[in-house]
């Protein structure tokens, strides 16, 4: 059960951040074109800076998250979307979550030994080197009593917008070009991303990401339509991606202002953990008594928020009676 919100007490001492305009939506009108531009801002450094990942690894998680802000703004949704990926590489987990309202947060798991062995060996590893085999899924989850949507592939590709791409390729039959960007500038951690999807045109069917393979129709132009938009996008560089100072509708406007560029309503994104002492509590007490005592640590339970990299302490009271 929820822990009703007047109960729900203890946050910790987390950023309250909101980026207004984090993700733009667009279509080129006229074409089987839509897409999205996302902007992390300053909330990337807010939600990287707050653990102790090596910059290869934050680079990586704020690309992470640029693409669940990206592809869960296209969907219809309540709850939230996720990205998981799980290898045998020196980055054994990166799990980055959006819900409906733009919440955004992450966590990386890393081996102590091997991530600098491989940080030893190269310089800067690509994403690939990171994670190693294994593999992506992507999930839809609207709470307890509804269906879960799930996808998993399996890890293809140099960098995770090719393993997103091929994603989409295999899982949902579906045409994307996708451009994901992360880095350390002088204000700190900038994240962004660009993803272009190929819809039907008139007379075909409009799919959502997670559509039900509803057939398209594709013409010539079509084709033609989509390859000058993946050609223009490819000219976005990294660092205009990034720039803060470069309004979203300037650069979308630099890219497609010969096709019918039409830009959407923008959406905000904010620091999104939810955990709080209350939830823990909850959790904590579905152990059995002496189970408790055996968590018990120099007087205390210390749970740790992996997200938010908080720990939160209890007294063993707090959590229930001991065992006799
Ligand atoms: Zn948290």
Redo the contacts with the bound molecule.
Sequence with gaps: MDTPAFLDRGR?D?PDMVVPRGVTPFHLEGRPVRGRLVRLGALADALLSRHDNTPEVNALAGKALALVAGLSSALKFQGSFSLQVKGDGPLSLLAADCTDAGSL?FYARSDEEALPALLGEVATPSDRELFGNGYLALTVDQGADMDRHQGIVEIVGDDLAAMATHYFETSEQHACWLMLACERTSEGWRSGGLILERIASEGGVVTDDFGDGASRVSAPEDEDAWETATILARTLTAAELLDDGLPPEKLLNRLFHEESLRVGQPRALAYG???SRAKLVDILGRFSEDELDHMVVEDRIVMT?E??N?DFRFSREEVGPRSA
């Design positions: 910790p987390v947060r953990c939810r955990c928020c997200f938010c908080v």
